[in-house]
Structures are given as structure tokens and as C-alpha cells.
């Protein structure tokens, strides 16, 4: 049986899939979804602190007159992604109250892609060493080659590294690799620009309790 937490939480995500239909629960949503986030975590505004918490988020292709929203208490946010960027999604429930939420492997590239919706690098590295298990690997690789861009994948072969989750030398960690293209990313977005430089994953380690 469902909290009262729980099931406005579910509510929320009824709500917003009708606002976004063509989308899906996304980035910290998504990772209270999967059970990755802390119990007594921010109830992504439902809850006591009803329209005081972080917004629920839904990636959309489409964009709408009102990206943030607030209905019933909760706040939405709508994130616009390119529509090819648009895959990874598992749609649940009965009719009438069914919600679309992003799948485990996509859930983890989101939240290197946009780890400031998902509580911080800190917090997804937490979600990546419990949900590890549970993650089709090749499913995941596949998802980093379609999502392109270089920057998932150094985060993410970073961290599963640094975490000890995979060794330095496994193929998968080879593969990943071959993704990364030039350049240079910070292991936190928006962070400081500051940290050593990581050559093997062309990423600058901004957050000093994860540093190698």
C-alpha cells in the first residue's frame, strides 16, 4: 500500500504526463521513481513542503507556452531535448493513469547529462554504485552511443571507475572510451572550473570528494 508521499508523488506523475505526452519523468523524478533516492529525500514537490521542493521534470520534444508550471500544489518543469534525443522511456500503468517514465539506463545517462536536476554528481555517483547491478550494460552503452556527445560517457567511465565498479582494463570501459571526442568536460555541470584534469576520460574532476 502506498504512503501518502508516495502516492501524490504518483498523482504528480499522472498530472504530468498529461502535460507532456509526448515525454517522460525525467532526471530526479525519475530516480525517486526507481527507488534510487534517499527515504526521507525532498518529495520533488508533493509532500509537506508542497510547492517548496525541486519541480518535477519531463523531457519533451515539444516546446510549450509554459515550461514551469505549478498545478495543485506541485511544480512542474518541462525540459526541451532534441527529438532524436527522445528514447529510453517506459510507459506504466492502467489507462487513465498511466505515466511515462525514463528506463533505468536512461535515467543514468540524464543524470550525467543534467546531474543539477538530479541533486548534484555527489548524489548520482550514490544512485550509479546502488543501481549498478540492476543496469543492462550493453542497453546503457547503446544508450551513450545515440545520445551522443562526449560528455555522458566521460562522466559515467569516470565514476565507474573512481567507484570500483568496473576495472580500468574491462572492454566496456574500452568501448566508452571511444566516445568521448576532444576536448575536455567538468565532472560537475556549472561547477567551478578547477580540479585536476582526468587525461584517460578528457574530464576535469570539480567536485573534490570525488577526485581519484
Not at 118 to 146: H, I, K, N, Q, S
Not at 156 to 174: A, F, H, I, N, S
Not at 184 to 206: I, K, M, T
Request: proline share 7%; aromatic share 8%; glycine share 14%.
Amino acid at each position: 500500500m502506498l504512503g501518502d508521499d508516495d502516492q501524490r508523488f504518483r498523482d504528480a506523475l499522472v498530472v504530468g504526463s498529461l502535460l507532456a505526452p509526448e515525454g517522460a519523468a525525467a532526471y530526479g523524478a525519475a530516480m525517486r521513481w526507481w527507488g534510487w533516492t534517499p527515504g526521507d529525500a525532498v518529495s520533488e514537490g508533493t509532500g509537506g513542503s508542497r510547492g517548496h521542493g525541486p519541480p518535477i521534470s519531463f523531457i519533451t520534444p515539444k516546446r510549450r507556452q509554459a515550461m514551469r508550471l505549478e498545478l495543485l500544489g506541485v511544480r512542474f518543469e518541462l525540459v526541451l531535448v532534441k527529438p532524436e534525443r527522445l528514447f529510453g522511456a517506459a510507459l506504466l500503468g492502467e489507462p487513465g493513469l498511466r505515466i511515462r517514465v525514463t528506463d533505468l539506463e536512461r535515467t543514468v545517462v540524464d543524470m550525467f547529462d543534467r546531474s543539477d536536476l538530479c541533486g548534484g554528481v555527489p548524489a548520482a555517483a550514490v544512485a550509479l554504485e546502488g543501481a549498478w547491478l540492476e543496469l543492462d550494460r550493453e542497453r546503457l552503452t547503446g544508450y551513450l552511443e545515440r545520445f551522443a556527445g562526449g560528455t555522458v560517457p566521460r562522466r559515467l567511465g569516470y565514476l565507474v571507475e573512481r567507484l570500483g565498479l568496473l576495472p580500468q582494463d574491462d572492454p566496456l570501459l574500452r568501448r566508452w572510451r571511444t566516445f568521448l571526442g576532444a576536448g575536455y568536460s567538468l565532472l560537475e555541470r556549472g561547477g567551478p572550473a578547477e580540479g585536476p584534469f582526468v587525461r584517460r576520460w578528457r574530464l576535469r574532476v570539480n567536485v573534490p570528494g570525488l577526485r581519484a
